[in-house]
């Protein structure tokens, strides 16, 4: 817990907010201003400034409780979707210091731009290798293979064999933890400072 | 599920950045930004509801990573993560997602809303009617366990040593 961070306060019930949900890792509140009635944020308790710092059970456990929240706002307030957002780093959005998601109970023509255009930025060849290459390195998997227009002759079986070994998943599994925290690094510095 | 968007690209293997058994992630079709992807799960399902509470969570975990790296390699200076649910929310394709928008200066997007302070009436009114749902949040749905398969026991022959010596075994 941060002493300056109001929503560690919020989450940790210091400072009182319309609780409507709250487990052992977070704690839900309802928005005092509001994109539309019922919006709700999601606060971890534990102090996180971007979702990058968040592990993978921190995460997982955030998604479920969304999901399940939008599921009750969809019951409680009789409405017709829900947006879940999520803004990292000040020039997406987001204005508060600490972790927060959104769930906003939606009806047709209520005005919330909570949308991404059509557009046609086309991302290049080399930016689009770079980023497989560190999904696949942050992950510890196989680079995304694009789908070939035609199909590859069978190699004989022995050119196969030549192939250069692939390393271990024990050793992936380690730079992808190297990875992830060279990158949260970066990120937290350039989100917070 | 021929008929689609999402399932076809997901078929297709078109774009595609990462991909496991539930949850497949790709460049975005028709994107406002720059490395654009949405994460989304290999079996079709309209919106998150539909989906397992841990396919969701792995969901919003290939979204974090995803969301990650485009910092170092595309020069982001923020993401947005964006469940649409529901076409009130503006969801475009009859499969859910999760969509990751890199942030850049000055990318003109607008995404956002105009926060109106709520009276205490109506947040006191929306707290009691969510308190009534949210006491069934967080109880989550796991994978069904696997059955472990054996392989079958290869048959023993009667007169192997070895077999005579675990039949001495009381």
């Known amino acids: 817990m941060e002493e300056q961070c109001v929503f560690c306060h919020i989450a ?43 592990d993978d059970f921190l995460v997982a ?27 990292n780093g000040g ?28 557009g046609s930025v086309q991302i290049d060849a080399a930016s689009k290798a770079k ?30 064999e030549e192939a250069p070994k692939e390393p271990k998943s024990a050793d992936k599994k380690n730079d992808a933890k190297a990875a992830q925290k060279k990158n949260l690094d970066a990120i937290t510095e350039l989100l917070t400072k | 599920m021929s008929e689609c968007v999402i399932c076809a690209l997901v078929q297709q293997k078109k774009d595609v950045v990462f991909e496991s058994e539930h949850v497949v992630a790709l460049l975005a079709p028709q994107p406002a930004a720059n490395g654009q992807m949405m994460v989304t799960s290999r079996k079709h399902a309209p919106i998150i509801e539909t989906v397992p509470d841990f396919v969701v969570a792995e969901m919003f975990q290939v979204a974090n990573k995803v969301g990650t790296v485009v ?51 109506e ?20 994978p069904e366990e696997k059955p472990i398969e054996l392989q079958e026991a290869a048959e023993v022959p009667q007169d192997d040593y070895r077999s005579k010596q675990l039949r001495r075994i009381p």
Do not use: C
């Open chain 1, 61 to 87: 456990h955030v998604g479920m409780v969304a999901k399940q929240l939008s599921q009750a706002a969809i019951r409680a307030l009789k409405v017709e979707g829900t947006s879940i957002f999520v803004a």
């Open chain 2, 71 to 121: 910092f170092d390699a595309l020069g982001a200076q923020g993401t947005n993560v964006l469940v649409q649910n529901g076409p009130a929310a503006g969801q475009r394709h009859k499969h859910v997602s999760i969509q990751v928008i890199p942030r850049f200066e000055g990318d003109r997007l607008q995404i956002g809303w105009n926060p109106k302070p709520g009276s205490e009436e």
């Open chain 1, 91 to 118: 020039i997406a959005g987001q204005r508060a210091p600490h972790f927060m998601l959104h769930i906003i109970p939606r009806a047709q023509g209520d005005g919330i731009a909570l949308q991404v255009p059509q």
């Open chain 1, 131 to 160: 980023l497989k290459e560190a999904i696949a390195k942050l992950t510890g998997t196989e680079v995304a293979q694009e789908p070939t227009e035609e199909k590859e002759p069978q190699k004989p079986k022995d050119k196969q």
């Open chain 2, 123 to 142: 947040l006191a009114k929306v707290q009691s009617a969510l308190l009534e749902e949210t006491k069934n949040v967080g109880v989550f749905e796991m």
């Open chain 1, 12 to 54: 940790s019930g210091q400072i009182p907010a319309k609780k409507v949900y709250e487990d052992d890792k977070v704690t839900v509140v309802l928005d005092i201003n509001p994109a539309t009635p019922g919006h709700m944020l999601l606060i971890p308790k534990a102090h996180v400034a971007v979702m990058p710092q968040m």
